[in-house]
């Protein structure tokens, strides 16, 4: 599928039980690929975002995870260092604001909702966070922070059981085309496991 138009950066996707989305880090849009109930996939659609989360200019729209019936989307915009919901209907987005701690603006990569927890990955800060969310998702709280000497720019996380996994991506030796040079030939790429804190 063609999603973005050239210049655009599709970069994280949930796939739910009716569809897959995607953030575009670039635009303030979401592409959804419907999914029916025999696999298979629909047209894209374009899902403008407004609200606080629809700001562009440097990254924007990033990780991107939903509940499995895919009621609302839970999103992190790399440069505001938030978290927000979209209404995958409308494209409404509204902040999840930050009652205790804050995230590292700049840094916001991968994200993974886990029952009523996100674990957002920090990927230059080196560290991965857990925001503890509010029953109705307006407000959360950071109630842990995960660093590891073994940690060199995660860019997302993934669980098993009671333990995640994240994929260094290596930016601190160059990002790969087409914004840079990527890593030196022969730079190790690997996943750090780490048990749930």
Known sequence: ???????????????????????????P????????RDGT??????????????????FG????????????LI??????????????ATGVSRPITLTEGAL???????????????WVVENFA??????SLSPDLSSGRV??????????VPTTVAEHGHRLALVNGRFDLGFPPPFGPGAPAGTTFDVVVIDKP
């Open 75 to 88: 999103v992190n915009h790399t440069a505001l260092g938030g978290l927000f919901t979209i209404d995958p």
């Open 29 to 36: 849009h979401i592409y959804k690929v419907p999914i029916a």
């Open 1 to 27: 599928f063609a999603l973005a138009p050239p210049g655009g950066l599709v970069n994280d996707v949930v796939v739910t039980r009716r569809a897959a989305y995607f953030t575009n880090t670039f635009a």
């Open 104 to 118: 590292v603006a700049g840094t916001l990569d991968g994200l993974l909702l886990d029952g009523k927890d996100v």
């Open 41 to 58: 996939l629909g047209s894209p659609r374009t899902i403008t975002v407004s609200g606080p989360a629809a700001a562009t200019g440097d």
């Open 126 to 131: 080196n560290s991965l966070a857990k925001v």
């Open 143 to 152: 109630t842990a922070r995960v660093t590891d000497p073994e940690f060199r």
């Open 61 to 72: 729209l990033n990780g991107i995870d939903a509940p499995r019936n895919g009621s609302t």
